[in-house]
Nanobody, 115 residues
Framework: QVRLVESGGGLVQPGGSLRLSCVAS????????LGWYRQAPGKQREWVAT???????SYADSVKGRFTISRDNDKRTVYLQMNSLKPEDTAVYCC?????????WGQGTQVTVSS
């Protein structure tokens, strides 16, 4: 069983930065693909970024050039560095660990971008 716990969300002004963290406990991590997703009020969940076990990353067009996903296998943690934040980035951000055919999700952390 895998448990994921996100942190680092909060209220930030437009143009500001936040770094989200997601710590995994339980089995796996080093060989697993990890991802960040977000869901804004009244909208469907949206993919943000993915990082493979070999640290190859990919991003949604809406965040490319502003967000950076990274991982620290020793700390069993995946990060999302978010820069140049916009009001439309406001959402609950969740991390996902892909364990073969099984997906594990955290509860999420709220990010609010507002002046």
């Amino acid at each position: 069983q895998v448990r994921l716990v996100e942190s680092g969300g909060g209220l930030v002004q437009p143009g500001g930065s936040l770094r989200l963290s997601c710590v995994a406990s339980g089995s796996g991590f080093r060989l697993n693909e990890l991802g960040w997703y977000r869901q804004a009020p009244g909208k469907q969940r949206e993919w943000v970024a993915t990082i493979s076990s070999s640290a190859q990353s990919s991003y949604a067009d809406s965040v490319k050039g502003r967000f950076t996903i990274s991982r620290d296998n020793d700390k069993r943690t995946v990060y999302l560095q978010m820069n140049s934040l916009k009001p439309e980035d406001t959402a609950v951000y969740c991390c996902k660990l892909q364990g073969g055919w099984v997906e594990y999700w955290g509860q999420g952390t709220q990010v609010t971008v507002s002046s």
